[in-house]
């Protein structure tokens, strides 16, 4: 995240320009940008003309600049982006005073957020994003193939994205296969391979990425091993070549797999054994199976996690970002305030943003866990269900 224009003081009113550049820079503003704050950005907008005749119109888009009091926010996920909503405040040609107005967040794309007041946590969260030393390299790349497309998947810092979706010929033409032994069957495959590969090679730089996983239910994972070395070579792409000893294959997809289950996987953990995603994974999976055991070494929910902390057995705290970056800021002080004991009594805790690929699961804990030091069967678990 770059910041520009700092023109305020803590804990008074003042204007920054923001340039949000990774996903995890589009969830901290969700969780800044608040009601009442002020958003002025670059947008588009339809505009129709009437002709000369009066009975034709023509449409075309047209730039300027919008000045919203934000009434509220959305954030999308897939994409990374965040619809802020509001009022327009600025006269303009195209868009009245006082009408209301959706503007686009995304990544590269600057915008001036303007606060009545620029709190303490507030120029905190901005400032580490801004110092944050933005590891270009994803831990894990994964072509998951699936029966009637391909998904292409990054990994790294917390976060799992989609970067490209290929879909079968066959799945674009309503389903029609041909014989899997006829020629036009192996030609659909071929074409489908190279679309797959020209999806890869332009989101995934070997040279960052440290390792990439193909997987698939049946022998799709294996051909398209070969097809990828094969292709490297006629086309002499030495980033490909040079590392293709860290391109492997795995067993998951197909009609039950998906990329959960696939890093589940012996193969998969091995490579990501050091990683932060990993021990994320391990940590969570840890979790789940000590709950499903009855263990007293795990215990879930606000009230059982804080009263396990008092008592100073937690070992390890799985808390989402929607608790540790609330925009309630009650929450936001009680998680963040347990954040901090945990790790002042030697504990480790795990942040998963709301991007990370096990996020649903946890949140199925209540978006907080924790694996103990020692078992603690007088925890009363009737809060699991504790509503924030």
């Known amino acids: 995240m770059k910041l520009k224009k700092k023109d305020f003081t803590v804990n008074h009113m003042g204007t920054m320009t923001i340039i949000p550049e990774e996903p995890d820079d589009i969830w901290i503003l969700y969780n800044i940008i608040n009601p009442g704050d002020y958003v002025t950005a670059d947008t588009s907008r339809k505009v129709h003309h009437q002709l000369n005749d009066a009975k034709t119109t023509t449409a075309s888009r047209v730039k300027l600049s919008i000045h919203l009091k934000v009434t509220c926010r959305d954030f999308h996920k897939d994409s990374s982006t965040l619809r802020i909503h509001g009022r327009n405040l600025e006269p303009n040609n195209y868009i009245a005073v006082g009408s209301f107005h959706t503007l686009t967040l995304e990544r590269n794309k600057p915008f001036e957020l303007h606060k009545k007041l620029w709190k303490d946590d507030v120029v905190e969260a901005l400032q580490e994003r801004e110092n944050h030393e933005a590891c270009p390299d994803a831990e894990l790349a994964v072509i998951l193939f699936q029966q ?168 390890t705290l799985l808390i989402s970002d929607e608790l540790y970056r609330s925009d309630e800021v009650a929450i936001r002080k009680r998680h963040g305030c347990l954040v901090k004991a945990v790790r002042e009594s030697g504990g480790d805790a795990l942040v998963y943003s709301s991007m990370h690929v096990m996020a649903e699961q946890l949140q199925q804990l209540t978006g907080i866990a924790a694996i103990l030091r020692f078992p603690l069967p007088a925890i009363d678990d009737e809060d699991n269900d504790d509503a924030y």
């Open 148 to 315: 009637d497309h391909a998904e292409i998947y990054l990994i790294g810092k917390g976060i799992t994205a989609m970067v490209s979706k290929v879909e079968t010929s066959s799945s674009r033409s309503g389903g029609r296969k041909s014989s899997s032994s006829s020629p036009s069957s192996s030609n659909s495959k071929n074409v489908f391979f190279r679309e797959v590969f020209t999806a890869f090679i332009k989101h995934v730089d070997l040279n960052k990425v440290k390792n990439t996983v193909i997987a698939s239910q049946d022998s799709k994972k294996d051909e398209f091993r070969r097809f990828m070395i094969s292709e490297a070579k006629r086309m002499k792409m030495r980033s490909i070549e040079e590392n293709i000893g860290r391109i492997v294959v795995a067993a998951g997809g197909g009609c039950n797999g998906d990329l959960k289950d696939l890093l589940g996987e012996g193969t998969v953990m091995n490579l990501m054994k050091d990683s932060k995603v990993g021990l994320q994974i391990r940590a969570l999976k840890k979790v789940w199976d000590m709950v499903s055991s009855d263990s007293d070494r795990a215990c879930y929910g606000p009230k059982s996690v804080e009263s396990a902390q008092e008592m100073g057995a937690i070992e």
